[in-house]
Each structure stands twice: as C-alpha cells, then as structure tokens.
C-alpha cells in the first residue's frame, strides 16, 4: 500500500521559507523511474503543478516558481522536501504530494498553509 | 508550458445524464493527458490516463478519449457521487500544467 504525507508549518509570515516534508512508504526513491512532486491548490481554485525529483536526483520546476523553489530528497528516511523562499499571502494553498512522475494517482491528503503577518 | 484550457467551467446535470466536459491543448501532447476528480476538502481522485485508459477500479461509465490538442471526458448516466470538481492535466512535457477545472452542478 503506498502512502504519502505531508506536515510542515500551517502558518508562515510574508517574506519567511516555507519547508515542507513529504513522508512516504510502500515505493522507494531509489527506485528507476520513481519520482515524488508537489502540487498545490489555493482555496477555491486550480491544482497548481510545482516540482518534481527523480530517483536520479534530477528535478524540475514550475515555470513562474522556479526561482524560489527546492526540491531535495533524503531516500534512506524515504522523505521529500520542498522548500519555497519569500512567502506572500497569493502562496496560500494546500500543499499535496504525489508519487509521478506523470499521471499522480497515489497522493497525500495535503496541508493548508496560510500566509499572514 | 502547455496550456490546457478546459470547459466548461461549470454544468449543471441531473442523475443519469450524460455530461462531456473538454480541454484543449496549446499544442500537440499526442495522448499525455490525464483527467481528475475532486470532491470538497479531498485529494484528487486519477480517473483516466494516457488520454483513454480507465484507472482500476474507476467505474465504466467514466471515459476519455482525444489526440493531439483536444480531448474530453465523458460521465454516462451521471450518479449522485459524480457531483464534483474534474480537471485535465497534460503529462507531455515538463511542467505539467492542469485545466481550471469544470463544476458538475446538481440541476
């Protein structure tokens, strides 16, 4: 049975890191062909697709994110972890992770991160 | 990025009807595309993938079916289950990209 969760902060001031952990069993990043990505979805709107990493370590990136986020992975703990740099309220989202690479049918249950001062 | 424009944005449906929801793609994706439901505080739920094929254990009356830049899903003889959010996602190229989603309505 595969398992994914995600825990980090559920409140984050503008400007701080956001850093969350993705924690799952049942498939195993060393894996060929495995990967992990992050999706998120603002309250009331559209899935927001934003990174991914390779059981090879290679990552991706959304387009407009790319140059605040990270993606890394810590195979032996089986985690992943997504940090995103200087946090906005328009950030706010619940954070999903996914086992991909492409079409994401094992999720995580998501976390609500809000931005606010 | 590829876009995937999908509609319409919402429907409104009764039990047992038959509704298509469509996205279309800024460019070729062949058949890289996947489709999605989303019921209310709940993770997506994968329905169809490479376009046609039908997850396991998603009911028959869910169906896809498209190439190139235009593709739908169908929902036959709708069930009050199927009341939910459903989004196309292209898995062609890097990023990913999803539609804006489409609302089934009850009627």
């Known amino acids: 049975q595969i398992t994914l969760k995600e825990s980090g902060p559920t409140l984050v001031k503008p400007t701080q890191t956001l850093t969350l952990t993705c924690t799952f069993s049942g498939f195993s990043l060393s894996s060929g062909g495995v990967a992990v990505a992050w999706i998120r979805q603002p309250p009331g709107k559209a899935l927001e697709w934003l990174a991914l990493?390779?059981?090879?370590?290679?990552?991706h990136y959304s387009s407009s994110l790319k140059s605040r986020l990270t993606i890394t992975k810590d195979t032996s703990k089986n985690q992943v972890v997504l940090t995103l740099t200087n946090m906005d309220p328009v950030d706010t989202a619940t954070y999903y992770c996914?086992?991909?690479?492409?079409?994401?049918?094992?999720w995580g249950q998501g976390i609500l991160v809000t931005v606010s001062s | 990025d590829v876009q995937m424009t999908q509609s319409p944005s919402s429907v409104s449906a009764s039990v047992g009807d038959t509704v298509i929801i469509t996205c279309r793609a800024s460019q070729d994706i062949s058949t890289w595309v996947a489709w999605y439901q989303q019921k209310p505080g709940k993770a997506p739920n994968l329905l169809i993938y490479?376009?046609?094929s039908v997850q396991s254990g998603v009911p028959s009356r869910f169906s896809g079916s498209g190439s190139g830049t235009d593709f739908s899903l169908t929902i036959s003889s709708l069930q009050p289950e199927d009341f939910a959010t459903y989004y196309c996602?292209?898995?062609?190229?890097?990023?990913?990209?999803f539609g804006q989603g489409t609302k089934v309505e009850v009627k």
């Open positions: 996914v086992r991909g690479p492409w079409y994401y049918a094992d």
């Open positions: 490479s376009a046609s």
């Open positions: 990493i390779y059981w090879n370590d290679d990552k």
């Open positions: 996602q292209e898995a062609n190229t890097f990023p990913p990209t």
